[in-house]
């Protein structure tokens, strides 16, 4: 597990993720732990570490 720091894209807050880096990739949606507006995050993982990352707003 790798600890991941992004920033929302709703409340500009910085947030902490746990990111298994044994799965290779993962497309799902959290909720920000500050404003609660849902989050697209988007990772792969090569090698033990983070290859991509991505947090992005959702269209309403």
């Known amino acids: 597990m790798i600890e991941n720091f992004f920033t929302c894209p709703y409340c500009w807050e910085q947030i902490s993720m746990l990111i298994d880096t044994s799965v290779t990739g993962q497309n799902y949606i959290e909720d920000c732990e500050t404003?609660?507006?849902?989050?697209?995050?988007?990772?792969?993982?090569?090698?033990n570490e983070i290859a991509f990352f991505e947090a992005n707003s959702i269209e309403q």
Request: aromatic letters at 8%.
């Open 35 to 47: 404003c609660c507006n849902p989050i697209q995050i988007n990772y792969t993982t090569t090698e």
